[in-house]
């Protein structure tokens, strides 16, 4: 082996070595994150208030359908605290609205995932 596969070897090895670190850090993050939040939907001084805890999305939308089967919905995006959770607020009492999020993370994506883990 030449000096230069020696040092390229190396490189990969400190370079895999960097990769696990790094991903050992977000997980340690990721376990440490907590809020005392109240969660899911409630009502609180007259206005519906969404929240849902995803420390780790970059983006997280609000969607609203008025009945369940329904195609149609309303989305709003929401805002991100500092501790993880997502949270969007409505107008009034909003009993029976059905809803879902919509919860955006490029680490989790399966595509990006299995392209840069081979």
Avoid: C
């Amino acid at each position: 082996m030449t000096s230069r596969h020696k040092i390229l070897s190396v490189l990969v090895v400190l370079f895999i070595m960097s990769q696990t670190v790094v991903k050992a850090q977000k997980q340690d993050e990721f376990l440490n994150a907590y809020s005392d939040k109240k969660l899911g939907s409630f009502v609180e001084n007259g206005n519906t208030i969404f929240r849902v805890f995803a420390p780790r999305a970059t983006e997280v939308a609000l969607r609203t359908f008025k009945k369940v089967e329904d195609t149609d919905y309303i989305e709003l995006k929401m805002t991100k605290d500092k501790d993880g959770v997502w949270e969007a607020q409505l107008s009034g009492e909003q009993y029976g609205l059905f809803y879902g999020y919509i919860v955006i993370n490029p680490e989790d994506d399966p595509v990006k995932r299995s392209d840069t883990d081979s």
